[in-house]
């Protein structure tokens, strides 16, 4: 029988031997940092902070933060702890906002890297014997190659497909009895939709598990992509700045388990930055534990979500995090009522004359903002004629002001209209 667990010390640790693993660690870390990035020297002299004044964990609050505008600041490598010498690999961020946020390994670093994400997949049943194709974009991008690698050490055979030509996917899947899906979600629905019309049941295919992430997406989305195409959703969450995916990944029962012995996380309230308790909401930050070429202090992801500590069944003793509710970027203040994409999203998910597709178009009329939800509708539906259409965008306006609380126009698009994703999807079309 093959183990349970990747690494069972860690993903089993009782509360106080982690508590007192991050502690050492974070120490470790902080005295790294203040010797070597004149950023972060500056940056604790001038909240008159020392490495030395840490000395519980609690004592991370004293800390400054670290946002985005930092790493732009800092491009290319003004935040490396360490010598180009000693970096071995370089990644970057999509630079979806802006100048890409660069991600500097040591040999070290990618190695701790590549465990997480076998921990990770391991949970999430590849085994030796999977066959697992990777859909992920391959380059500069952190996904492609942290999953190569993950599997690569759980010595799977990987198909290491890339991202789009999405019928040689789904001939891939076919002929080489794919076992194992990575890609995001989005594109995820991109293959399963052109399968369906390329007739062919992705549930008789030997496809069984889906490793996705790189963006939100909401439980209604997950439960679509299991009941269409027969795979067990698993998800992965990370971020370049912290090392990529590798930094939260599920276990069998939908929970988040966060790899808390490499991050450190913590939740604030994203507006007066004081800690919020576990179980609430509020802005995620993370704190690397063990990295060394860029390790990043109290770093603030933007990504709204929630921390639980509550046992798991699977046996795993990792704090967990609820699904991201979205990033603050994204949130949306529409008559004063905050909105975020994934609830739209969940709302949309109700109805299923609705294709699993939207954009959200923001405009102004005159000086006012204005918001328009664009969806497709099945084929079926779209042939029903205007007066079913109307009535159905009308129910939909309905129940997104019976859940959220605000008056959106729904526009349903002839099919085929919203540009199908092969890595993350783009919800908001910002035209103000
Ligand atoms: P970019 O900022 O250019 O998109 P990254 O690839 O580093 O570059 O993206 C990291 C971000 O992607 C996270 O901060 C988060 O917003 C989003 N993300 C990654 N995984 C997930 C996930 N499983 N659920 C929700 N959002 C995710
Ligand atoms: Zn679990």
Redesign the pocket.
């Known amino acids: 029988m093959s183990k349970k667990f990747w690494d069972e010390k860690f993903e089993t640790m009782n509360e106080s031997g982690m508590k007192a693993f991050q502690l050492e660690k974070l120490k470790e870390t902080v005295a790294w940092v203040y010797d070597r990035v004149p950023f972060y020297k500056n940056a604790f002299d001038e909240r008159g902070v020392k490495p030395s004044d840490l000395q519980k964990l609690e004592d991370i609050a004293k800390f400054p933060f670290t946002v985005k505008t930092a790493l732009r600041d800092n491009y290319p490598f003004g935040l490396c702890a360490v010598p180009i010498s000693d970096v071995v690999r370089v990644h970057a961020?999509?630079?979806?906002?802006g100048k890409?946020?660069t991600g500097p390994y040591t040999a070290e670093d990618l190695d701790q890297w590549t465990d997480c994400m076998a921990r990770g997949l391991w949970a999430q049943e590849v085994r030796p014997d999977s066959i697992l194709q990777n859909a992920y974009g391959m380059g500069l991008?952190?996904?492609g190659l942290g999953f190569l690698q993950g599997a690569m050490r759980i010595q799977c055979a990987v198909v290491p497909s890339g991202a789009g030509m999405t019928e040689r996917q789904i001939m891939l899947i076919q002929d080489f009895g794919t076992t194992a899906l990575c890609c995001t979600p989005s594109y995820c629905l991109t293959i399963i939709e052109k399968a369906e019309k390329m007739g062919v049941d992705l549930k008789k295919t030997n496809l069984k598990t889906g490793h996705f992430?790189?963006?939100?997406?909401t439980v209604e989305m997950r439960s679509e992509i299991e009941a269409r195409s027969g795979i067990h959703a698993y998800?992965?969450?990370?971020?370049?700045?912290l090392m990529?995916?590798g930094v939260s990944f599920t276990c069998e029962h939908y929970k988040i388990h966060i790899n808390e012995d490499h991050v450190l996380p913590e939740i604030v309230d994203p507006g007066t930055l004081d800690p919020v308790e576990l179980g609430e909401e509020g802005e995620l930050v993370f704190t690397s534990l063990q990295r060394r070429a860029m390790p990043m202090i109290r770093y603030r992801?933007?990504?709204i979500c929630t921390l639980r500590r509550e046992k798991c069944e699977c046996g795993r003793t990792l704090v967990t995090m609820d699904?991201?509710l979205g990033?603050s970027d994204d949130m949306m203040i529409i008559s004063g009522v905050n909105v975020f994409p994934s609830q739209v999203e969940t709302c949309l998910m109700e109805f299923e004359q609705v294709e699993p597709l939207y954009q959200i178009r923001l405009g102004k009329k005159g000086y006012i903002d204005h918001i328009t939800v664009e969806i497709e509708v099945k084929s079926a539906m779209y042939q029903a004629g205007q007066g079913k259409l109307d009535e159905l965008a009308k129910s939909i306006s309905h129940r997104i002001q019976q859940v959220i609380g605000i008056n959106v126009p729904i526009v349903i698009l002839p099919q085929d209209t919203i540009e199908r994703s092969i890595g993350?999807a783009k919800r908001i079309i910002d035209e103000r």
Request: charged fraction near 25%.
């Open positions: 961020s999509s630079g979806t906002t890409p946020i991008f952190t996904g992430g790189a963006e939100p997406w998800e992965h969450y990370g971020l370049t700045e990529g995916p992801t933007r990504d699904k991201i990033r993350k």
